[in-house]
T-cell receptor, first 114, second 109 residues
């Protein structure tokens, strides 16, 4: 089956710094990638949808200047959390879509901001 | 608005059968997914239904009725490792996934 990787799996950073998370589709080309955030005991919350070569579409309430998304190729999307604060601590999950239906999820990145 | 409802939590006994229901109201329908998510991990794909009826895959089966806006996930011969959250998600007319809040399944010996 299709495989999506994320790096890093865990990251701890200090408040005010920036963190970059990478999402790669390893054995297929992903025309669309999605970034989700999940707080403890809550469901996935879609942050943004990115299509290769174009600007990401952000969900309402998600600050595009704080969560920078770059989808430079058909196999790589990055999420940069800028000027991180403790309330940004969460589980960030990417997924990649091949075609119109199924999304393949990465293993997630646990971000802790101290 | 778009809405997906599933029970918050269910408890079942090891070796038994459990059915997790999901009802949905979405703008358009291009299929329904069930995902399993263990604590601290990303969701993993279980099933995809786009036509009415029952899809069986080993111990897990998923049913869909589009006219009723209803689906269920049936888990047989429950094992302790099945303790997880089960997420129902619908692909809407824009091919966006609309997520339910998830059902936490607790398996007792």
């Amino acid at each position: 089956g299709a495989v999506v990787s994320q790096h890093p799996s865990r990251v701890i950073c200090k408040s005010g710094t920036s963190v970059k998370i990478e999402c790669r589709s390893l054995d297929f080309q992903a025309t669309t990638m999605f970034w989700y955030r999940q707080f403890p005991k809550q469901s996935l919350m879609l942050m943004a949808t990115s299509n290769e070569g174009s600007k990401a579409t952000y969900e309402q309430g998600v600050e595009k200047d704080k969560f920078l998304i770059n989808h430079a190729s058909l196999t790589l999307s990055t999420l940069t959390v800028t000027s991180a604060h403790p309330e940004d601590s969460s589980f960030y999950i990417c997924s990649a879509r091949d075609g119109d239906t199924e999304q393949y999820f990465g293993p997630g990145t646990r971000l802790t901001v101290t | 608005g778009q809405n997906i409802d599933q029970p918050t939590e269910m408890t079942a006994t090891e070796g038994a059968i459990v059915q997790i229901n999901c009802t949905y109201q979405t703008s358009g329908f291009n299929g329904l997914f069930w995902y399993q998510q263990h604590a601290g991990e990303a969701p993993t794909f279980l099933s995809y239904n786009v036509l009415d009826g029952l899809e069986e895959k080993g111990r897990f089966s998923s049913f869909l009725s589009r006219s009723k806006g209803y689906s269920y996930l049936l888990l047989k011969e429950l094992q302790m490792k099945d303790s997880a959250s089960y997420l129902c998600a619908v692909l809407d007319s824009n091919y966006q996934l609309i997520w339910g809040a998830g059902t936490k399944l607790i398996i007792k010996p």
